[in-house]
């Protein structure tokens, strides 16, 4: 994985496909320490996978036998010096909590939050999202009230996706989470 943002979109994918409604996703970031949270509403992990999540040979999945999202958020975490935990209960949904010491030599770079947050909310339209910064949880977004906004209007329109992409970058840029400069708009 390049970055820290495709790990991300995995760990969301996984929500997604287990039929999660809603994710809500909690970014802190002080220094070089980055943490991230994603929680599911969705079943929680299946029985055969709840005991160890990220072992590589655990996966649900039909077309491959090793199912290496997890296990590879692990290790990209752990090698900074971080941490990353599974929590689950049935019936309560999934959270992926992620720590990483971004200083680390062995740190991948963050990449482009916003793009990976982005993509997701147009590849699931049917999933809900929130997305808080900071220790207060401050809700930058809400796919919820956006969709109010919208009218019925599709969060894959091209027009849409391109409000999205700009009011995320516009959110998480201060944290440094975003991928380039805010495009000049005057
Ligand atoms: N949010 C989630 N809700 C329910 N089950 C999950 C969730 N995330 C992961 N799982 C279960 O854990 C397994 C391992 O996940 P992962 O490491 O991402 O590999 P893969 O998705 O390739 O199977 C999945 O196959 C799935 O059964
Ligand atoms: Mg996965």
Do not use: C, Y
């Not at 994985?1 to 970014?27: C, P, T, W």
């Not at 509403?41 to 290496?68: E, H, I, M, Q, W």
């Not at 997890?70 to 929590?87: K, P």
Request: charge should be negative; glycine fraction near 10%.
């Amino acid at each position: 994985m390049k970055d820290i943002s495709l790990h991300l979109l995995d760990i969301i994918e996984n929500s997604a496909k287990a039929g999660a409604a809603r994710v809500q996703i909690d970014f802190e970031r002080a220094g070089t320490r980055f943490e991230m949270w994603v929680r599911d509403n969705g079943p929680g992990l299946p029985p055969s996978v709840s005991g160890n999540p990220d072992d590589p040979f655990v996966t649900t999945r039909a077309d491959r036998k090793v199912g290496l999202g997890l296990a590879m958020l692990r290790r990209a975490a752990e090698r900074t010096g971080g941490r990353m935990d599974v929590d689950s209960a049935p019936g309560r949904g999934v959270t992926v909590h992620a720590a990483f010491d971004l200083g680390h030599i062995d740190a991948q770079p963050i990449g482009a939050i916003d793009e990976a947050l982005a993509a997701a909310i147009s590849s699931w339209p049917g999933l809900d999202f929130e997305v808080r910064i900071g220790p207060e949880r401050r809700v930058v977004f809400d796919s919820r009230a956006v969709k109010k906004e919208l009218n019925g209007i599709d969060f894959s329109n091209p027009q849409v996706h391109k409000f999205l992409s700009f009011s995320l970058r516009e959110e998480l840029a201060p944290l440094g989470l975003a991928a380039g400069p805010l495009p000049d708009v005057s």
